[in-house]
């Protein structure tokens, strides 16, 4: 899963607010071997306020309409890539996600970890799959003060409410995808905890999406500051996920992570 960034103030550095910059950006990232590509237009930072819906909107319209001819031309990366790529659309907000669906995307990426199902709705009218991430509180809202009795029991049980709910929203089972919030109102340990532990996630049988790319934790375990030094860093967390069920890696450097999973496959299986 490539990143493209249609906003200034990304914690990568990665983004512009350029809708034809967004779409060679989705090009490029195919022609390394993004099997999805992940476009937002607002930052997940907390020390940054919402945008409004309607420029939320406003951003994400152009790159919509235009995702389907910007990579048609691309040459993939391998046989075995999904081509043209799955078009995940990453936005917390009902109406964005109502009106974005509308006009294109396969997955809803909701990183508010769907209080109401609204989202999960939304999802089911346009025949998209839903990825629910594992959060505490309203988004761009720093949880950073979160502390769990037990940080994966706290998970599993959400897990299976927002199952149910999605459920109950009309969302078919094999149309959900469990994200476990990395730095999202976890503590470091919480996050390498999880990440170790990883294969409980996947045990509630559904895709499991490893978001770790050039997060905080990372940098905090390796001491860099500067989140576009963390690739290889990002690289031990996406074997390691792989390792514990993880079958989706949201990621930056898209062809080094293409390059780690192929190798990873030749030695796990003996082919890709």
Known sequence: MGIVNINDDSFSGDGKLDANWALERAAE????????????????????????????????????????????????????????????????????????????????????????????????????????????????????????????????????????VAREAGLPQDAMILDPGIDFAKQRDDNLRVMRELSRIAGLGHPVLMPVSRKTVIGDVLGIPDAKDRDAGTLACLVSGALRGASIFRVHNVQAAFQATVTLDRIQHGRR
């Open 29 to 164: 990232l195919t022609a390394a071997g993004a099997d999805i590509i992940d476009v937002g237009a607002e930052s997940a930072r907390t020390n940054r306020a919402a945008i409004t819906e309607s420029a939320e909107i406003a951003r994400l319209e152009p790159f919509l309409l235009g995702f389907a001819n910007a990579v048609a031309q691309t040459i993939p990366a391998g046989s075995d890539q999904i081509f043209p790529p799955l078009l995940s659309i990453n936005t917390w907000r009902a109406s964005v996600a109502r009106h974005t669906l509308a006009i294109a995307g396969d997955i809803l990426n909701d990183m508010s970890g769907l209080p109401t199902p609204e989202n999960a709705v939304a999802a089911a009218k346009n025949r998209a799959a839903l990825l629910i991430m594992h959060t505490v509180g309203t988004p761009k809202v720093v949880h950073t003060h979160v502390e769990y009795d037990d940080v994966m029991t706290a998970m599993i049980a959400f897990f299976k409410d927002r199952i149910r």
